[in-house]
């Protein structure tokens, strides 16, 4: 009987790999601190197609599924070890036959979050730089974290969001807030004026720009400082360059929130212009969020 929506709680894809051993350990602390389950998924897929046409013999798909267990039970023992006591989250495991991307999408339409690390073995081994998890950052129904390490961040560091006004920035901050109140951690907010380096603009009057900008930044935060009193926020506007600069701030950071689309700037990181560099810089885990999918 298939799973009732948003019961599947956290969602993490595992294959055995260092990197899914280090999505496992962060996707059971998310699980165990939202108080939600914690589904282990793996996807059995073998290509789709060859030329000539071949069949594909008994014994590999008997190896992979063999593969499969192996690493979802591996996945549970160290999801179980990486809970805080006296928070257990529920562990369940699901077996899945179809390509990881159109797995994990489909899933996310049930799940509040898909957990997914950046390298690994086989097919699920693309990374955040391949096909499977573009793919589900693009498509899926509910944020999505990238963890971007084998080596899991200080969990005393501050999260920081990038900021820029859209509806998918909104939803990031949504997301911000909820995780920095969850661990009890400060908030950076970090806004870049312009995705344009503004070398290219020599009559720019920065100090005005920027008063107005901390201004504007000040507004959009009140609501959620009254949400969450317990939050204390670090608002950060600089002029441009917002890939380099989310990157040299991720260092003190222990997750970054950014939209997974919006209006150029921040929002844009991951599926814009400036995605590359975020990807390839940021070390920390990343959470995309969703416009409509944001969870509290």
């Not at 051993?21 to 789709?48: F, G, I, K, S, Y």
């Not at 081994?125 to 096909?131: E, Y």
Request: glycine content about 8%; charged content about 20%.
């Amino acid at each position: 009987m298939p799973i009732p929506v948003k019961q599947r709680g956290v969602v993490v894809a595992v294959d055995g790999s260092p990197a899914s051993d280090a999505a496992t350990q962060w996707a059971a602390h998310e699980a165990a601190m939202r108080n939600v389950p914690l589904t282990v998924v793996h996807a059995v897929a073998t290509p789709t197609s060859t030329w000539p046409p071949v069949a594909y013999p008994e014994a590999l798909a008997v190896r992979l599924e063999d593969e499969g267990k192996k690493a979802i039970m591996h996945a549970m023992k160290l999801a179980e070890e990486a809970m805080p006591p006296g928070h257990k989250a529920t562990i369940s495991r699901e077996m899945v036959y179809a390509t990881p991307t159109l797995a994990l999408v489909e899933m996310s339409d049930h799940a509040e979050m898909i957990v997914m690390g950046t390298a690994g073995r086989g097919i699920l081994a693309r990374g955040v730089l391949g096909s499977v998890s573009s793919g589900v950052v693009r498509h899926a129904n509910c944020p999505v974290a990238v963890i971007h390490d084998e080596k899991l961040p200080d969990a005393h560091a501050p999260v920081l969001v990038g900021i820029d006004g859209s509806p998918t920035s909104e939803a990031a901050t949504a997301i911000a807030f909820d995780e920095a109140s969850r661990r009890g951690v400060d908030l950076i907010t970090l806004h870049a004026w312009s995705d344009v380096t503004t070398i290219e603009l020599p009559a720019l009057d920065w100090a005005t720009v920027e008063e107005e900008a901390q201004r504007s930044l000040a507004e959009s935060m009140a609501g959620w400082l009254e949400q969450y009193p317990d939050v204390t926020v670090h608002r950060v506007v600089v002029r441009d360059r917002p890939a380099q600069n989310l990157i040299e701030a991720s260092e003190s950071a222990q997750l970054l929130v950014v939209g997974s689309h919006g209006r150029g700037g921040l929002t844009g990181v991951l599926l814009g212009s400036v995605s590359n560099a975020v990807l390839h810089g940021v070390r920390i885990p990343v959470l995309v969020a969703r416009a409509h999918s944001a969870s509290g």
